[in-house]
């Protein structure tokens, strides 16, 4: 209410009124003294009586007034602590404005925690100034009377209080006037507003007192309104916060996520949907699932259709679509029914793993499989498979067949390869039961060694029963095929150091092994007649005593200036 409302005016003109008669009738009490104390003393004994009851109506209109104010500061304060819901700001319009009202030197708010302590949240000065928390000096134990009996304290001069005066804190501190009230939220304390004043003693009274206490009341509300304003902003944040990290985490799955509604309108999908199936999210929302998925509606409609009618997962679904931008990609589909909260089904949720390039390389591996050892396998490590070599010993097996060329003379080339790959399968499928590694097919010869990425200690007897296996494996195949494509390998073997390695450029490399003991092996094969297995006098040495041989006999090899000594293998001891 501002100052010249009509409340205001009115309690102003019967204040001058007053005044004014007061004044009138003390002059004509002086006047009537003067002139007439002997002659009329009932006159003189009226007036001296009428200027008494005027002077207590004076007093009276002045209590009228000051309740007046302090009604219409109470009405100002409330609207003002209930104008903001930032509770920093409340708590410091509160206080200041008690401070304003009731003359008092320092005035300091305590809030109840959660723990049921008090703390002080906000301390001011008659400066309007904040006090630091080394200057709060205050009488703690009426704080903790108001608190805990929820009544409220005045005291003119607590020095001289019976009640107070012997607390070592009034003493300490020079405590004098001291006002503290209890705030109290539906009929909850919640609080205490503590005002004081060190220098001047009866400031404050019973009037005040009641004042403060409704002011505080008022407070109270203000105050748990701005705490709660403070409680839904906080969760607001951290529900906006939570809800930008499950985007953020949503956006970087690698699987692609879909959800859809009852009506199989789709409601979202991340990122990795888009690059998977080439579609845009622009496109695909709000559409039915079938209408945004052409390429999947076939294999993925009866799927939805079952999970929303059994309510139950549906994992692993294996497809291999055409889609526009792609070509024909391999997919995982993995189908939930979307819950609420209360666990009601509101729709389905598709998980889409791509695995094309898995598939790949899948298939890469099953190829490479098929040359080397898959324990060889295992012991490679791309991280150090880099250009270059290392020196090693190795076992070298060679395998020809022989008259191939005469042979291929006779049929076209799809017969011709389609008899050659039985063969080498039947060669390559030997040499990976003895763990040896297939360097190369190259035509109708293959080349292996063994000892090398694993070593074994054995290696050169595992080359020989690789070839005895190939010997043996092709006799088995002569059995199915007719005698026009019956063909043998000649077989040569030999032990020595190579060089082991990667062989080409940073693109395209070649796992294989160079060196004269590789050469060896090929020309000691080139000796060897179909159905034939031939060893170096080096290998014999290694496995004489588990090996047939025949007689040794000396080879012109290329590349050599004496005979190699050379032995057919009969069998295994």
Same mark, same amino acid.
């Given at each position: #209410?501002?100052?010249?409302? *009509? ?18 009738? %003390? ?43 302090? +009604? ?18 409340? +708590?410091?319009? !509160? #206080? ?35 006090? %630091? ?12 009377? !108001?608190?805990?009996?929820? #009544? ?68 109270? /509300? ?16 951290? !529900? ?27 409601? +979202? ?24 998925? *052409? ?11 079952? !999970? ?63 040359? /080397?050892?898959?324990? /060889? ?15 090693? %010993? ?37 040499? +990976? ?19 090398? *990425? ?8 595992? @080359? ?37 390695? #990667? ?24 000796? @060897? ?17 588990? /090996? ?26």
């Amino acid at each position: #209410m501002s100052s010249d409302s *009509p409340s205001t005016i009115l309690t102003i003109d019967l204040k001058h009124q007053a005044a004014i008669t007061q004044q009138l009738v %003390e002059q004509l009490r002086e006047e009537v003294v003067r002139q007439a104390a002997g002659t009329f003393p009932r006159l003189v004994q009226g007036v001296n009586a009428l200027v008494t009851n005027m002077n207590r109506l004076m007093r009276q209109i002045s209590l009228v007034e000051d309740d007046h104010k302090n +009604l219409l500061a109470l009405v100002d304060v409330s609207q003002l602590v209930n104008s903001t819901l930032e509770l920093d700001e409340v +708590l410091r319009t !509160v #206080m200041d404005t008690i401070i304003r009202l009731t003359g008092a030197e320092r005035g300091f708010l305590m809030l109840k925690e959660p723990g049921g302590k008090l703390e002080t949240r906000i301390a001011r000065n008659w400066e309007m100034e904040s006090i %630091e928390s080394h200057e709060q000096m205050i009488s703690q134990t009426i704080v903790d009377r !108001v608190f805990n009996d929820g #009544m409220a304290v005045v005291t003119t001069n607590a020095q001289e209080d019976p009640r107070f005066g012997h607390y070592e804190s009034i003493i300490a501190y020079n405590l004098r006037s001291i006002l503290c009230v209890p705030m109290k939220f539906k009929d909850q304390i919640t609080g205490v507003i503590y005002t004081d004043n060190r220098i001047r003693a009866g400031i404050f009274s019973d009037a005040q007192k009641n004042l403060l206490t409704a002011f505080a009341n008022q407070a109270a /509300v203000a105050i748990e309104n701005a705490r709660l304003y403070e409680s839904v902003k906080r969760t607001l944040n951290e !529900v906006t916060e939570l809800k930008n990290l499950m985007d953020n985490i949503f956006a970087s799955i690698a699987s692609g996520v879909i959800t859809a509604d009852i009506e199989d309108k789709i409601l +979202l999908c991340n990122r990795a949907t888009e690059k998977i199936l080439g579609l845009k999210r622009t496109e695909m929302l709000h559409q039915r699932l079938v209408e945004a998925l *052409p390429s999947l509606a076939e294999d993925l409609e009866p799927q939805i259709e079952q !999970v929303l009618q059994h309510d139950q997962q549906i994992l692993g679904i294996e497809l291999s679509p055409t889609l526009p931008d792609r070509g024909k990609v391999t997919l995982s589909l993995n189908l939930s029914p979307l819950k609420d909260a209360d666990q009601n089904t509101q729709g389905v949720a598709i998980v889409v793993d791509d695995l094309t390039e898995k598939k790949r390389l899948e298939a890469q591996r099953a190829m490479f499989e098929r040359m /080397v050892s898959p324990k /060889v396998i295992e012991m490679l490590d791309p991280e150090k498979m880099q250009l270059g070599g290392r020196r090693t %010993e190795i076992t070298t097996l060679f395998a020809d067949v022989r008259s191939f060329t005469s042979f291929s003379e006779r049929y076209d080339p799809e017969e011709l390869v389609k008899i050659l790959n039985q063969y080498m399968s039947e060669a390559g499928r030997a040499i +990976l039961e003895e763990d040896g590694t297939i360097d190369k097919f190259m035509g109708d010869a293959v080349m292996a060694w063994f000892n090398a *990425p694993i070593l074994q200690s054995d290696h050169s007897l595992r @080359a020989v029963r690789a070839a005895l296996a190939i010997v043996k494996s092709v006799e088995n195949l002569h059995a199915s095929l007719p005698q026009e494509f019956h063909l043998n390998f000649g077989v040569g073997i030999h032990y020595g150091v190579a060089v082991l390695g #990667m062989v080409g450029t940073e693109k395209k490399m070649e796992y294989t092994a160079i060196g004269d003991s590789v050469n060896t092996a090929k020309r000691i094969q080139e000796f @060897a007649k179909g159905g034939q297995i031939l060893i170096s006098e080096d290998v014999y040495r290694l496995v004489e005593d588990k /090996v047939k041989v025949g007689d040794p006999k000396g080879v012109e090899v290329k590349g050599k200036t004496q005979p190699v000594t050379v032995y057919e293998v009969l069998g295994l001891y």
